[in-house]
């Protein structure tokens, strides 16, 4: 199980009752402290008619990066994110998108925040620019939607994943009141099933609001919301927790994962043919894992075979395109990674992963590869009609050592079932955590 990271928000009037929240909260365990904006006096005083270019609005600005960089500095590491929570949504915001987008943009260029929160409701161009300007300044976006009144069915819930994952953000948020147990149930399910069909490459925070809807706070690990939000002090949502509660019912359902266990992620290594996709399968049906398919992450995000970007962009390229794909894996996901067969020959590939989580190899002989190649070899770009044992033999002789010295576990695996391989693989996961 990955670990959840606890958001606590800061939810003072004024500058005077920020800074004693800074205080205490800077004391706990906490792991991101929101600033929700919107909650302030400097946001509930503007007026409807304000423009960006007033000179009220050059102060707030002001005072927002002042804010920000008392926040930075007191929160000894913390992550800050910055939130304003419209009126459509539930928040103290004035609807005026134009002074929407012109605070949120000070805020990433401040360089005091690690997130910003974008509602769904903001204006498609209005979005992209700051979330291309945030991915410009290195900071991480939430595309977030809240329903205060209901809670719809499993599959409409994942309608809405679909479409705040199609704004471009890092992170995809959605909170909603249920009014019936079933509710609740239907949250966790569309959280569960999205992140298995997202392949680990959104976080998620999801969570079903109210008393109602508490156990959504602490499961996370078990369903899939990578945050949730606890409280110190005040609370910014109905149904919120004291931070304390909230890792204590973490750590008695064993859902806080610890440094070192088994929640990084698994990567699977090996040449063309050595079985990665199907005992990867295998895994994943028998520890619940996430499965993320490198190549077929390529294909999708290129939109063309692995054949074709060889043929239109060359080798070279398409190395680098695999070294993009591993950077966007979160550590943290506790995904299984079926790796390209020439990803571990770069050193950067060969670090990250290292950094990430615990590295197999399942070795095969050059006899097993092409048993396995005769009917498929037109799908291997690689080989471009080089199947034969003295080619493979060749081409598996200079990648072994490196394939080797990657792996912190080797299985030689040409005798082996997949059922035998995921038995050591699980195996050697739990001697570890």
């Known amino acids: 199980m990955h670990r959840v990271k606890v958001i606590v928000p800061i939810t003072g009037k004024d500058e005077d009752s920020i800074k004693k929240e800074v205080r205490v909260i800077s004391g706990t365990d906490v792991d991101v402290v929101e600033w929700r904006f919107d909650l302030t006096e400097m946001a509930a005083g503007l007026s409807s008619d304000v423009k960006p270019v007033d000179t009220v609005v050059k102060s707030l600005c002001e005072k927002v990066r002042d804010i920000l960089k008392l926040l930075k500095e007191s929160m000894h590491g913390k992550e800050i994110l910055f939130t304003i929570r419209t009126k459509k949504q539930g928040g103290e915001f004035p609807n005026q998108p134009e002074l929407y987008e012109m605070i949120v943009g000070e805020a990433v260029k401040s360089g005091y925040v690690d997130y910003v929160d974008i509602e769904d409701t903001t204006e498609q161009n209005a979005s992209e620019r700051i979330i291309g300007f945030a991915r410009k300044n290195k900071v991480r976006t939430i595309a977030s939607f809240h329903d205060f009144d209901a809670t719809p069915e499993g599959s409409e819930i994942i309608r809405k994943f679909e479409k705040l994952r199609d704004m471009g953000a890092d992170i995809i948020k959605t909170a909603y009141m249920p009014v019936k147990p079933v509710d609740v149930a239907a949250l966790l399910y569309a959280t569960a099933r999205f992140k298995e069909e997202d392949q680990g490459r959104h976080e998620l925070i999801t969570m079903s609001m109210g008393d109602l809807g508490r156990v959504s706070r602490v499961s996370g690990a078990v369903f899939g919301s990578d945050y949730t939000f606890a409280a110190v002090g005040e609370t910014s949502a109905p149904g919120q927790m004291p931070i304390a509660t909230v890792r204590e019912i973490m750590k008695a359902l064993d859902m806080e994962s610890t440094e070192g266990g088994n929640s990084g992620n698994l990567y699977l290594i090996g040449f063309m043919a050595s079985g990665k996709s199907t005992v990867s399968a295998k895994l994943s049906e028998r520890t619940g894992k996430p499965v993320f398919e490198m190549d077929q992450y390529i294909v999708d995000k290129m939109g063309m075979s692995i054949a074709e970007i060889f043929e239109k962009f060359g080798e070279d390229r398409f190395r680098e395109i695999e070294t993009e794909t591993l950077s966007e894996i979160r550590p943290d996901s506790g995904a299984i990674i079926s790796t390209g067969g020439g990803a571990p020959m770069r050193a950067d590939n060969r670090k990250a992963m290292h950094e990430q989580g615990k590295v197999f190899y399942l070795s095969v002989r050059p006899e097993t590869v092409i048993k396995r190649l005769s009917v498929n070899q037109t799908e291997r770009p690689v080989l471009a009609g080089h199947v034969d044992i003295n080619y493979v033999t060749d081409l598996l002789g200079k990648r072994d ?33």
């Open 401 to 433: 050592p490196i394939y080797r010295k990657a792996a912190d576990v080797i299985l030689e695996t040409d005798d082996m079932t997949v059922d035998e391989i995921c038995d050591e693989i699980i195996r050697n996961i739990e001697s570890c955590s």
